[in-house]
């Protein structure tokens, strides 16, 4: 019930009882993962190097994505990697919009298709074709994968199993040993999902807890508007 919420965890994980808490969701929070002691100390260096009034418009602000504009605008390649929330959002003309204004600023984008991506085969194909982007960006898998090691930035909208790193090393979940597009080894990663649940197989993606990741949290298109804004 307080005003705003600093919460200093290790990861996004459930705790002990293993029920999800909703306040990692809130508008009202700023999450800060990691080592409690590091974070703790992150804290204790604004209250020493200002005033106790300056902590949370710093912890606001890192919520607010002004790293992602630095990330955006330092941007020479990137990937867009859709999903079944950008379905769901309706957000593939927003998608559109955020490439373009990437393009329009010198950026090499492209789009990442993972085949099963999406309801049938095929969907992101048909929502990103209704939005008008070129067939020759999208890229299948195969010919994408190679890439992600050398890219600036991937923005993940509403894609979740696909790119689950789990897939490689998780034995014995639905996904291990399914092919996924390998945006983990990207530079940064901005991922737009609507909240931190597992994907449609109920596995645990650890690219939500790691440094190089950002997430934009809620609908994928005010999430995506959010980005183009800040272009």
């Known amino acids: 019930e307080a005003k705003h919420i600093i919460i200093c965890n290790y990861d996004l994980k459930p705790g002990y009882a293993g029920v999800e808490n909703p306040l990692y969701t809130s508008d009202k929070v700023t999450m800060m993962l990691g080592d409690a002691a590091k974070t703790v100390d992150e804290i204790t260096d604004v209250l020493m190097n200002g005033n106790a009034a300056a902590a949370a418009p710093v912890a606001e602000a890192k919520a607010e994505g002004k790293d992602v504009k630095a990330v955006l605008a330092n941007a020479k390649t990137a990937i867009i990697v859709p999903g079944y929330g950008m379905a769901l959002a309706q957000a593939q003309h927003k998608v559109k919009t955020l490439a373009d204004k990437l393009v329009d600023k010198g950026v090499d984008l492209e789009y990442a298709i993972h085949p099963v991506a999406g309801r049938m085969p095929g969907h992101m194909n048909v929502l990103l074709a209704e939005a008008d ?31 689950n790193p789990a897939a490689i090393v998780a034995e014995g979940t639905p996904i291990y040993g399914m092919p996924i597009l390998r945006a983990d080894e990207a530079k940064h990663i901005i991922i737009c999902n609507y909240d931190l649940k597992p994907g449609y197989a109920g596995v645990e993606n650890p690219l939500y807890t790691s440094d190089k990741v950002t997430m934009m949290l809620g609908d994928a298109a005010k999430t995506v508007d959010d980005l183009i804004k800040m272009l």
């Open 133 to 163: 982007v070129p067939y020759e960006s999208l890229k299948e898998m195969d010919e994408v994968n190679p890439k992600f090691k050398e890219t600036d930035v991937v923005i993940i909208v509403g894609a979740n199993d696909v790119v």
